[in-house]
């Protein structure tokens, strides 16, 4: 039976359709793999299996009577911390809110239960959601399947963990800077970041916490899907796709199809170095293999970027990464900052300075920021015109050891040699991240040391379906998510 505990979203509820396995069955599989390798892991941290057991019993009534619920009928999914679901804890990893108890559904959430799932459990995330790890002193901290003693990600890495190690059937989460994208790389799955502003943000807990009836919508911020294959990403953007609640008066989303058919017919266009910041020799190996293996299946792809400067664009995510949480900053921390603002050394461009300088910026540079933004924009526009994706690294380093200390003092090992932390994570990420753009990352390789690598693919805005169309092409020229040793 575990086998069968690793199959894709849109496989189990075939299954369960067709009678192979009932929910009742699958759901007390994944508890009796909770109850055995969660504790090694911690991914999954707070549940409900009383009501999720009530609903799968009621699933499988369904069944019996030929009654379908949609396409997610009886499968027993879990839900990332900070996204709240009615009767169980949303913390964001801190104590000021370890008590809280949702009452409500959010929107991703409620669009799910809709189509058939069944919600059992919440996973775990970074304190406030601000690190690519997964700790904090809620529920401690989350470990790589693959590797105990490295992490599986952030801030959607319980999200990650739980889908690797086969404890769930699918996984929504979120990203404002790499927060699915990462997790995705780093424990082997497939994760879709959307373009910004198709999927509504209610009920997603923001940096002030507890955001109630309003809809928590800030810059770069999105919320997306987590699985073990590209067709469950497809699937859960057809459920959760929508206008925000007050828009849906007057505005309707309707995402268009993949441009092309097969994968002979994309034109790709590749990305996977550059002088300031290369991965590292196990990573670009891992991505030279996929481009070796997709070329001899034929695949037109030409070595051709969008002309825009990495490093500037890295510069200007931080700006905006920055300001778009500032508002979460304690009053006490920004009177701190603003006033080392007023002293610091133009020349000091360590982060905490950086940092500093930002979040009391005047709203005319931010103003200077968003026109820069909107020119890198219309350059990936024009990019598109000729090219129909692009591949790029998704991080330059795979899974790291877990490291506690502060994320802008952090020094992270990159080819054996120590760098900085931010240098290493957030570079590649940033080109979609800003430019509001769709991208998907698929597995493609293991390193040396029996890490798995993901690729980058971004796609046009709003055209989500055709980076995901290509992760699906390419699983079935490289092959796709495989279960981590041990867990199997």
Aim: glycine share 8%.
């Amino acid at each position: 039976m575990d086998g069968i505990a690793f199959r894709s979203a849109v496989y189990l509820v075939k299954a369960i359709k067709e009678k192979v396995i009932s929910s009742s069955e699958l759901l007390e599989l994944y508890i009796e793999r909770y109850e055995r390798f969660n504790p090694q892991l911690n991914a999954v941290v707070d549940t409900d299996f009383e009501n999720a057991r009530k609903r799968a019993k009621q699933a499988d009534e369904a069944i019996l009577k030929n009654q379908n619920w949609g396409p997610l009928h009886g499968l027993p999914i879990t839900i990332k911390d900070s996204i709240e679901v009615v009767g169980l804890h949303a913390t964001l990893g801190s104590p000021i809110f370890k008590n809280y108890v949702s009452s409500r559904n959010a929107d991703v959430v409620q669009s799910l239960l809709d189509a058939g799932a069944i919600v059992y459990g919440k996973t775990n995330v970074p304190l406030f959601l601000a690190d690519c790890q997964s700790f904090n002193e809620v529920y401690g901290q989350t470990n790589n399947p693959w590797d105990l003693s490295r992490t599986p990600g952030g801030s959607s890495g319980g999200s990650a963990a739980a889908l690797a190690s086969g404890l769930t059937g699918l996984e929504i989460g979120s990203d404002i800077g790499g927060s699915i994208r990462s997790p995705a790389h780093f424990c082997g799955v497939y994760g879709h970041k959307p373009s910004y502003g198709i999927v509504p943000m209610d009920g997603q807990m923001g940096p002030l916490g507890i955001t109630k009836d309003y809809q928590m919508d800030f810059d770069l911020c999105v919320s997306g899907p987590l699985a073990r294959s590209a067709e469950d990403l497809d699937l859960v953007m057809g459920l959760i796709v929508k206008p925000a609640r007050p828009q849906r008066k007057a505005v309707k989303i309707e995402l268009p199809p993949p441009r092309k058919i097969s994968l002979k017919d994309y034109k790709i266009g590749l990305w996977l170095d550059d002088p300031h910041f290369p991965p590292d020799n196990e990573v670009g190996d891992c991505l030279q293999k996929m481009v070796d293996r997709l070329s001899k299946a034929g695949a037109n792809i030409e070595e051709k970027k969008p002309d825009i400067d990495i490093k500037r664009n890295y510069e200007v995510d931080f700006h905006l990464n920055t300001l778009s949480m500032v508002f979460g900053t304690p009053q006490e921390e920004f009177e701190q900052m603003l006033q080392a603002s007023k002293t610091l050394d133009k020349n000091d461009q360590n982060h905490e300075a950086k940092k500093a300088r930002i979040s009391t910026s005047l709203h005319r540079d931010w103003q200077f920021l968003n026109i820069e933004r909107l020119k890198i924009r219309q350059k990936w526009d024009d990019y598109f015109k000729d090219f129909d994706v692009l591949l790029s690294p998704a991080f330059r380093v795979a899974a790291f050891q877990h490291d506690h200390t502060d994320k802008l003092q952090r020094i992270t090992k990159f080819n054996g040699l120590d760098q900085d932390h931010l240098d290493i994570m957030v570079p590649w990420t940033s080109l979609a991240t800003i430019s509001y753009l769709p991208a998907t990352v698929a597995p493609v390789g293991i390193t040396s040391d029996g890490l798995p690598v993901g690729v980058q693919i971004i796609g046009p805005f709003l055209e989500d379906r055709t980076p995901i169309h290509i992760a699906r092409l390419m699983e079935e020229t490289l092959g796709g998510f495989t279960p981590p040793p041990g867990f199997a």
